[in-house]
């Protein structure tokens, strides 16, 4: 059975850092590309960050572009949100969502999130 | 970036009924690459269609998806009590950033 399972959400303050953590099981982690999505309280779905399989390819969104950094560890099966410069508009919670997709070429495909974990909130308060 | 345009925000409608839900782009979606995903409160996003109109594994056949271009549906034939949530729709293009409609709510 495919597991994605969120942790390290938490209190953060503005201009602070958090780092939350993905532990994948049930499928081969190493062929997938991953990616996190947030979800403001009350509000919709945004995609945040999108890692390939073996890490050639790494994107983001552009609000959270250049404070953010995407990682991946294919040997403990596990991927990393490391958030710095934390904002109040960062307040949300963060779901890992796995990807049938694959990227080459720069280009990326099949980038639809077939399994989500159940999300950790974080909130950014002073 | 393709911004997804969902209407109805808000679909009253009874069990039994059916649902048709929009999602229009900005910009032409390439090889239909469009997903539609289901929320129920305090729960993650399932998702429901791919490629605009293949169900994902497990999802029963009352959900349907169609269109192409900037002009996508998801239908749903006769409403279970299950079904009432929030239903998402997402480009998937090539590049990123990767975007979703605000969402439609089907209430009862």
């Known amino acids: 059975e495919v597991q994605v399972v969120e942790s390290g959400g938490g209190l953060g303050k503005p201009g602070g850092s958090l780092r939350l953590s993905c532990a994948a099981s049930?499928?081969?982690?190493?062929?997938?590309?991953m990616n996190w999505v947030r979800q403001a309280p009350g509000k919709g779905l945004e995609w945040v960050s999108s890692?390939?399989?073996?890490?050639?390819?790494?994107y983001y969104a552009d609000s959270v572009k250049g404070r953010f950094t995407i990682s991946r560890d294919n040997a403990r099966n596990s991927l990393y949100l490391q958030m710095n410069r934390l904002r109040d508009e960062d307040t949300a919670v963060y779901y890992c969502?796995?990807?049938?997709?694959?990227?080459?070429?720069?280009?990326?495909?099949?980038?639809?999130?077939?399994?989500w974990g159940q999300g950790t909130l974080v909130t950014v308060s002073s | 970036e393709i911004v997804l345009t969902q209407s109805p925000g808000t679909l009253s409608l009874s069990p039994g009924e059916r649902a048709t839900l929009s999602c229009r782009a900005s910009?032409?979606?390439?090889?239909?690459?469009l997903a539609w995903y289901q929320q129920k409160p305090g729960q993650a996003p399932r998702l429901l269609i791919y490629?605009?109109?293949s169900r994902a594994t497990g999802i029963p056949d009352r959900f349907s998806g169609s269109g192409s271009g900037t002009d996508f549906t998801l239908t749903i034939s006769r409403l279970e009590p299950e079904d009432f949530a929030v239903y998402y729709c997402?480009?998937?293009?090539?590049?990123?950033?990767?975007?979703f409609g605000q969402g439609t709510k089907v209430e009862i």
């Open positions: 490629g605009a109109s």
């Open positions: 969502a796995k990807t049938l997709g694959y990227c080459s070429g720069g280009s990326c495909y099949e980038n639809y999130f077939d399994y």
């Open positions: 049930g499928f081969t982690f190493s062929s997938y590309s």
């Open positions: 997402q480009q998937y293009d090539t590049s990123p950033p990767w975007t």
């Open positions: 890692i390939s399989s073996g890490s050639t390819y790494i």
């Open positions: 910009q032409s979606v390439s090889s239909s690459y």
